[in-house]
């Protein structure tokens, strides 16, 4: 049986904790949000903790305190996150600060909290980048620095603690459509001109993204560690023909 730890739990990390439990797993909730989190568990009938992802020692309680709950973890997922839009010369220092804190330490609490958790049993850790971190897009500076870093994290993580037989990889969705995103599809022009970007012509659901983590968290991928999938309509990779 998965038993999962699942940090941020909105839309994307909602979607997660779902399709876990319907597939027979366990899930402890994480987050910043006590109502939204007491609403997801009792659907889930699953227990949940309020953290602070930004603070090492609050992400490392919550990990114990699932491992307690859950009789051990198998998974974390990492879906905290933050959305800035804005040319370099317009971020503030606090917005920088703060844009690294949320998509970038907080994976890294991740994983320093997954290689002491898991180190004797081995698992599976996901953390979330974005299409942003992958490829350039104008107005994305601090945000595409955070998530290009959180896909650097993966990759030696996951070289560090393979023998331990924890496997990290990491999701890196385009536009998805959840309460953080809502102001970038606040009309209809604007939701236009974010499905234009995507070759394959929608915005992404947090099921199109919680589908991919699970596949990552499932043992029977146990041969895969240290990738990076984009899910993002072909954002990343593909220019579409007009």
């Not at 370099?88 to 220092?93: I, Q, R």
């Not at 968290?217 to 993002?232: A, E, H, M, R, Y």
């Not at 954002?235 to 579409?240: F, T």
Request: proline share 3%; net charge neutral.
């Amino acid at each position: 049986m998965q038993k999962v730890l699942i940090i941020g739990a909105g839309g994307i990390g909602s979607a997660v904790a779902r399709e876990v439990v319907a597939s027979g797993g366990r899930v402890f909730l994480a987050g910043r949000n006590p109502e939204s989190l007491q609403k997801l568990s009792s659907e889930l009938n699953c227990e949940w903790e309020t953290l602070e992802a930004t603070d090492a020692a609050s992400v490392d309680a919550c990990g114990d305190k699932a491992a307690e709950n859950l009789e051990g973890v198998t998974g974390i997922v990492n879906c905290v996150g933050s959305i800035l839009l804005k040319p370099g010369h317009l971020t503030s220092s606090d917005e920088w600060h703060e844009t690294i804190a949320a998509n970038l330490t907080t994976a890294f609490h991740c994983v320093r909290t997954a290689g002491r958790l898991l180190r004797s049993s081995g698992g599976s850790v996901v953390l979330l980048s974005s299409a942003a971190g992958r490829i350039g897009l104008a107005n994305h500076e601090a945000v595409a620095a955070a998530k290009a870093g959180v896909i650097g994290l993966t990759r030696s993580a996951a070289a560090t603690y393979a023998r331990s037989k924890i496997r990290f990889n990491c999701v890196a969705p385009g536009l998805v459509r959840t309460p953080l995103a809502a102001g970038l599809l606040s009309s209809e022009l604007a939701e236009k001109a974010s499905v234009s970007m995507h070759p394959l012509g929608r915005i992404g659901e947090p099921e199109d993204v919680s589908s991919a983590v699970c596949w990552f968290l499932d043992p029977k991928n146990s041969w895969v560690t240290g990738q990076i999938l984009g899910v993002d309509g072909g954002l990343a990779d593909l220019k579409a023909k007009n």
